[in-house]
Structure formats: C-alpha cells, structure tokens
C-alpha cells in the first residue's frame, strides 16, 4: 500500500502532533525542551540520551557480538552439513556455539538443540513432549501465568484430549511449590514452568518442585521456561531432575532470531518440524552459523560477569524500589524477593500506555506488558488476581547491569511529571 508507513501518533509537549513514522519523531529536539532531557552532542545537534529500561523485551546486541557475528559470515559460509572442508569448518562453530550456549545453564553442547527463539523452543518442549508420550497419559501441569508460547500450545492441546491444568499465583504473584505439587499425579505425562516470570519477577522454587516431580510422577518430563533467567540465574542442569530447558540469545545481548531448546540424554521427544536430518532429524532445517555463533560467544561473555552482574542489578532494583516505594499512588506489584532484572508497578488512575508514551518523550523506553502481548491486558496480573484498574496502569521495568541510579533518577523524574500532567488531564 503506497504512502505513509502504518504508526501511532501522539502528543509532544508543545500540544503538537508527532507521528512515530515521521523520521524527524528520532529527532529528540523535535518534542522535548532541552532542559527537560539528558542529551549529547552530535554533528552539533542536540540528542537525546535514550535510557532503555526493557531489556526483559529485548536487549542491544552487544558490540562484540556483532564484530563476532559479521566475521563468521565473511568468512564461513559454508553449509554446516556440507562434506568438504569449508561445511566441515562451519559444522565444528555450531558445535562449539552449542558447548558455550549450554555451559551457561551447566549443560553438555551435544544436548542442545538450536530453535528460532525461545517461543519456537517452548513450542517445541510441549508438542513434542505431548506427541511422544500420549499413550502414557493426559495430564500436564504448569501455571497459569507462564509466557503465552507455553499456555497457548497447552490449550491447543486440551481440544486435542489432554488435560492441561494451569495452577493460580496469589495476589503477589507467588505459588508455593505445595500449591504446585498438589496438581501432580502419578500419571502426569509433562510439568512446565518458567523459572523467572517474565512480567512481575517471580521466581519458583525450581530445585525442590523439579525433584518432588521426579518422586510423585516418575515418567514424567519437567521442563523449564529459562528464557528470562538465561544468562543471569546461575544453574546446573546435569545435576538437577530437568529434562528441558527453553532457551532466547535476544535476552543475553545476542541477535534475535535465535534461541535453543536443551534436552537431557534420554528424555523422549518428538520433533515438530520434518524435513532433514539436522541436529539428529529433532530440528531439522539449515542451521544459522552465525545467529548461533551470536548466541553462543554472548553465552560466553554473560558466564564472565554472571554473579558481578547480579549484584549491580540488585542493587539497582532495591534502589529504583526503594524510591518507587515513597511516590503517592504507586503500588509494586513484583513481590519482595522478585528477580532483581524485574520490577512491575502500577500508577493507578493513569493508563500505562498513556504513560509509556509520556516517558518515550524524553527517550525513556519501559514497558507495559509482554512485549509479545502486543498492548493486550496482562494475562500474569490477571492470573494474580488484581483489579482490572491496577492491572491497566502497569509497568514494567526491567535492567541490565549497564544501566545506573542516574537513568533511574531520570526516570522518576519523568514518571512524577508524568503523574501531575496526566492527573491534572483528567480533572
């Protein structure tokens, strides 16, 4: 269709209308006064300091990364599978890609299986868990606030005859792993949980839920959604009772467009796409050396600074908590002892994408949901019980370990202007 690329359009400060296909909308000085904003110099212009606070959406691809990536596409374009020499050297990156992309969760390089993403790699875990053990049973267990590529597949499979069932968080997002465990029967064919939800932060008890499984429902294949914790909660999957793991390079500062599913020697699983013989016919298709080469060198670079990381963030999450905290009319809705990269709350009265919007003025970017919800209303709060307002007015910040009590400063700044102007709208 000629014309105008499809946006949205709102307000600037000035009351004037901006449009996010406009190519002067990356025009900083366009909309915000200068005095409003952090900004640098650049050709003489006046730029806006963007400060990215959504990194559980996505993250920028980490330089080295990119210089890595470029390098294996100049200079091994060779088909992995291919017999001569060139396929031969392109075949041994993939499988020291796959070792470094598996060492980060303790795992082995030949378990693991590179996917499109973490959506394509818990697509996977459930239809082929299903498909390959339908004759031992119905039953499958996971909660009803895990990411939507885990309970769509799940109610799909609930029109087919197996019996989903999808265990409620408390008010704060919590599920005990009694609560959990009480869901459990002998004949449960599949467990799935995330260890980290992606919207709220909360972590379950993986450990002691993972090993009762293993006692109450023997046959049974637990798998992991690790996509938010990949990278940053350090595990050690050899050694625990997981079969699967879901895994995404675009959370660890790799490219989009990659991600892997590790599956335990042993554990029985079909494959959902057909065609080749690729990584052993379970993910049949040409492989992408250099995505997977991406994800594999940034596995490398996390596993470097896992535990400095963590310790950065958690002090910046208690920080941007703490401060939250003291504004009138916030109400966190992230437990206590959430992940520290996650924090969700809510400005009740004022629609978060309204504020969203507001905050993206002085180059602030958070988030309202699941990015892959695309502005529906969040099915995890929901899960939790909270009230359709509190739900609406919800954001979400998530960090990095490059972000600084400076970009949260920045942004409470915006947020409390945010707050009076809008309130002020609706008087």
């Excluded at 029109?159 to 609560?179: N, T, W």
């Excluded at 050899?238 to 895994?247: A, F, N, Q």
Aim: glycine content about 8%; some cysteine.
């Amino acid at each position: 269709m000629a014309g105008r690329s499809a946006g949205f359009a709102c307000s600037r400060p000035n009351g004037q209308l901006y449009h996010s296909a406009d190519a002067s909308w990356y025009n900083k000085t366009v909309y915000a006064p200068a005095e409003d904003r952090q900004a640098f110099q650049t050709g003489g212009e006046s730029i806006l300091k963007e400060i990215y606070l959504d990194n559980s959406a996505t993250t920028q691809v980490d330089d080295r990364v990119i210089d890595y990536i470029t390098k294996v596409m100049r200079e091994h374009y060779g088909n992995p599978s291919s017999l001569y020499d060139l396929g031969l050297q392109s075949h041994l990156l993939m499988e020291e890609a796959a070792k470094s992309a598996a060492a980060l969760i303790g795992g082995k390089g030949e378990n693991l299986y590179f996917t499109s993403g973490g959506t394509e790699s818990n697509n996977w875990a459930v239809f082929g868990t299903a498909h390959a053990k339908r004759r031992r049973g119905k039953r499958m267990v996971t909660t009803a606030f895990e990411h939507s590529s885990i309970l769509e597949p799940m109610k799909r499979l609930g029109e087919e005859g197996f019996e989903p069932v999808f265990v409620k968080p408390d008010e704060h997002g919590i599920i005990s792993a009694e609560d959990f465990l009480s869901q459990v029967t002998p004949d449960t064919i599949l467990v799935s949980f995330m260890l980290v939800n992606n919207e709220v932060g909360t972590m379950l008890p993986y450990e002691e839920i993972a090993e009762e499984v293993r006692r109450i429902a023997p046959n049974a294949t637990i798998h992991c959604d690790a996509v938010q914790a990949y990278g940053k909660l350090p595990l050690k999957v050899e050694k625990l009772p997981i079969d699967l793991v879901s895994m995404s390079g675009h959370k660890i500062h790799a490219p989009k467009g990659i991600g892997a599913l590790y599956v335990k020697k042993g554990t029985r699983i079909d494959p959902i796409i057909y065609g080749g013989a690729q990584q052993n016919g379970l993910r049949p298709g040409t492989e992408s050396l250099p995505l997977a080469c991406g994800m594999g060198y940034a596995a490398k670079l996390r596993a470097e600074t896992i535990r400095q990381d963590w310790e950065t963030v958690t002090r910046l999450q208690a920080y941007a908590r703490e401060k939250l905290s003291a504004i009138p009319g916030i109400v966190l809705n992230s437990p206590e002892h959430a992940f520290p990269y996650i924090l969700n709350f809510s400005a009740e009265g004022i629609r978060s994408e309204t504020m969203l919007h507001h905050l993206e003025q002085y180059g602030i970017y958070v988030s309202n949901a699941s990015a892959c919800g695309k502005g529906a209303a969040s099915h995890v709060l929901d899960a939790m019980g909270l009230s359709h307002r509190r739900i609406d007015s919800a954001i979400r910040l998530s960090f990095n370990a490059q972000n600084t009590e400076a970009d949260i400063d920045a942004f409470l700044e915006k947020l409390r202007l945010g707050l009076d102007t809008l309130a002020r709208a609706r008087s």
